[in-house]
């Protein structure tokens, strides 16, 4: 598979290089003034803005230094990444909203071998609340099989657009509040491509669709790549638009040494290299004395290397401020800044009308219903379709976890919009299999461990079936198999079948001391009708039949007859999911709104319960966390309970119960390092406060009733889910030191 790929790219560079030898990297676009008027009194600058891959981001570091000194720019030419920051710039959008767009992005998981959690669907997102571990592999009759590296590379596409702001996306490149050009590579001819009358968000993705890494883009019939490959620093184009002063930023990627070139990939990559370095210092040259080039060393940093976006920025703008006294010759008073802020900054004067929609192909599509993904767009014929909706409709189709890469072309032509959507599915995402590991322990008589397992085989008839099945062995025993039925091609209506079984300890606890000990098993049978609400969550209609025995382990006693109960049950349930990561969120919400009535089998009385959980993650600075509310309450026994890591840390775990039970929680973070690749993540140092409180049926929870307690952890975002290692403790009880790895929502 490898070798298919890199030989294309190894002719690709051949070609381009020809051809930049035949033209002598000469652009067909004639030299012509910008058609915006040359400010009057100063002279007209240019910020040049190259390619580089995640070292653009040093771009951003840059524009911050050239606002605090009040450097104006009148015109932006970008390259590839360069194109992406120059082009959201152009577009109104600020420095602040750059920075925190790197500074929020969950990178590692943009990378990684599948979309963004925020992009997921919802039936993905509760696979992650069933088991939280990464270690994710593809089960079918050639054997187990890895998700690629990078997953066709759609995810880190798809957040690179968002850089864009949704009113700007069809707009014109020549209609900017601030004037824009994004360099492209003709990958026919090997030219400088003209996308003047381009879009915008077709511009940008042309100018970074780097071969071999992101499709190429169509545009005016002609498919576009990533225009570093013939002008990787555009000084000659903002030379042809009129620029009396050019402002270059060069970020492109260094020459590997020897010892990289060990791969097919490795000799790929450095004659792409060679070929955007010498074009870069072919441009370098003919800078102008008053010019201003500014160099970023950004050694160690690679193409990739997103997750370093802090550093990239910081050290951009380190390399500005290098150059700060000749930039000050530029600088204009504050009130002539703000002018032309403003004017970069304002919404434009005419939002492009979307065009009505002629249709919808799909191409590439073996086992997914192409017609389900036509559903799934929700993009009508006739009606106008925007490229902003176009995006976020191939997003949350991406979301769905069966594709590799999602390619969509946009084709105007007529007054009306031909979308071509080209998928190439993920074989191995068919048959998936996730494996997980549980661990808990307060280092005295409170421990438990479960391996886990969780299973979903796709597309198992035209309508999109799944039948998902999860299986836990070790302190509890599971096994529970649900079958996943849309109701119509791409219905948000479903019917879901379950049937279960669950083997647990479970602890009698009176006045917060162990008393007893039952060995509980339950089997059941469930049927909910269900409705999905769009990526976010779902409301579900249930009923169910259960059959339960509970044996008396300690204090063991001969003789003792299994408690043996059975009954049926209705619920009603509401739940939503928009957390960024289920580990450490940074924003989003949680939440899980139920209410059930059970009869057991030869009884009158029924048992009503309702329940009510949520979260919401922070993120303040450094700092970031989640606070949680949870109520539940049960006319018969108990609703819930607490005690352990998190749940009034320090109590002994489910010690504290009854029928009305409430607890508050505030937890936060803050990184204090990174575990080594392939080890994990980030590592955290936080901590928690936790108010808990259970009373009696007709008694109302009062402020007094509460317990109060805390904890302070080190935390690890491993593959197999967050690790804690802290100590806590409950005012006035007791307290422990933990270990625990798992979910603790």
């Keep these: 598979m490898r070798t298919r790929l890199i030989t294309p790219l190894l002719l690709l560079c051949w070609a381009i290089g020809a051809a930049q030898a035949v033209h002598a990297a000469e652009s067909p676009v004639q030299d012509q003034a910008q058609a915006s008027a040359t400010p009057q009194g100063r002279p007209k600058i240019a910020l040049v803005l190259s390619g580089g891959g995640a070292r653009g981001l040093a771009h951003i570091g840059v524009l911050r230094v050239l606002q605090e000194l009040r450097v104006p720019v009148d015109l932006v030419v970008g390259t590839s990444m360069g194109a992406l920051v120059g082009g959201a710039f152009a577009s109104g959008r600020s420095v602040e909203e750059l920075e925190n767009f790197v500074r929020s992005a969950d990178w590692n998981a943009i990378l990684s071998d599948r979309p963004p959690r925020q992009d997921l669907s919802y039936r993905r997102r509760e696979d992650d609340q069933m088991l939280p571990s990464r270690l994710e592999f593809g089960l079918g009759r050639d054997g187990v099989s890895l998700p690629p590296a990078a997953a066709g590379n759609s995810g880190l596409e798809f957040a690179l657009e968002r850089l864009v702001s949704s009113q700007y996306a069809d707009l014109n490149v020549q209609n900017l509040p601030l004037p824009f050009e994004a360099l492209a590579t003709d990958l026919l001819t090997g030219e400088l491509a003209d996308l003047s009358g381009t879009p915008l968000f077709l511009a940008m993705r042309a100018s970074m669709a780097v071969p071999g890494f992101f499709s190429p883009v169509r545009i005016k019939g002609r498919l576009m790549v990533d225009g570093g490959l013939v002008r990787n620093m555009g000084v000659e184009s903002a030379r042809a638009k009129g620029a009396d002063i050019i402002i270059a930023v060069d970020v492109g990627t260094p020459l590997a040494e020897e010892k990289e070139l060990g791969s097919a990939l490795g000799v790929a990559n450095q004659m792409l290299s060679i070929l955007t370095t010498q074009n870069s210092a072919r441009s370098a040259r003919t800078l102008r004395p008053e010019d201003v080039l500014i160099d970023p060393d950004l050694a160690g940093l690679g193409f990739l290397d997103f997750t370093r976006g802090e550093q990239a920025i910081a050290t951009g703008a380190r390399a500005a401020r290098a150059a700060q006294e000749r930039l000050n010759v530029f600088s204009l008073s504050p009130e002539a800044y703000a002018q032309v802020e403003q004017a970069r900054r304002r919404p434009p004067a005419v939002t492009p009308a979307a065009l009505p929609l002629a249709d919808v192909t799909i191409k590439g599509s073996k086992r997914v219903n192409p017609e ?181 382990q300690v204090p063991q006693s001969r003789g003792d007859t299994p408690i043996q109960q059975s009954g049926s049950s209705y619920s009603l349930r509401l739940r939503a999911d928009t957390l960024d990561s289920l580990t450490f969120p940074t924003r989003g919400v949680l939440l899980d709104i139920g209410a059930t009535r059970t009869q057991l089998a030869g009884s009158q009385v029924h048992s009503d319960a309702i329940g009510f959980q949520g979260l919401a993650a922070f993120r303040a600075d450094e700092w970031a966390g989640h606070v949680w509310a949870e109520y539940s309450h049960a006319n018969l026994g108990s609703a819930t309970s607490l005690g352990g890591f998190l749940r009034l840390s320090g109590s002994p775990a489910s010690s504290v119960s009854n029928q009305n039970v409430g607890l508050l929680r505030f937890v936060t973070a803050r990184r204090i390092g990174a575990m080594p690749v392939g080890l994990g993540e980030a590592v955290r140092g936080g901590f928690s406060v936790e108010l808990g409180a259970a009373v009696q049926d007709g008694q109302r929870i009062e402020l007094a009733d509460f317990k109060l307690a805390g904890s302070l952890f080190v935390a690890v975002d491993t593959r197999l889910g967050p690790f804690y290692l802290g100590a806590g403790s409950t005012k006035g009880g007791e307290s422990a030191f933990y270990l625990f790895l798992g979910p603790s929502w």
Excluded: C
């Design 372 to 552: 389900v993904i036509k559903a799934e767009l929700e993009l009508q014929p006739g009606q106008p379709a925007s490229q902003a909706a176009i995006n976020q409709a191939t997003v949350e189709l991406y979301g769905r976890g069966d594709f590799e890469r999602i390619d969509t072309q946009v084709i105007d032509r007529d007054g009306q919009r031909h979308i071509t959507v080209n998928v190439s599915e993920a074989d191995w995402a068919h048959s998936r299999l996730r494996l997980g590991l549980e661990l808990s322990s307060n280092f005295a008589d409170d421990n438990s461990f479960k391996v886990v397992a969780l299973h979903n085989l796709s597309w198992l008839n035209a309508w999109g079936g799944e039948l998902r099945t999860f299986a836990s062995i070790g302190s509890e025993r599971k096994l529970a198999s649900s079958f996943h039925q849309p109701l119509g091609l791409g219905s948000d209506w479903y019917v879901e079948p379950t049937l279960s079984f669950t083997g647990t300890p479970w602890d009698l606890f009176v006045d917060g001391q162990r008393k007893a000990r039952f060995n509980t098993s339950t089997s059941s049978a469930e049927l909910a009708l269900g409705r999905r609400l769009g990526r976010w969550g779902d409301v579900q209609l249930g009923a169910s039949r259960f059959r339960g025995d509970a044996v008396l």
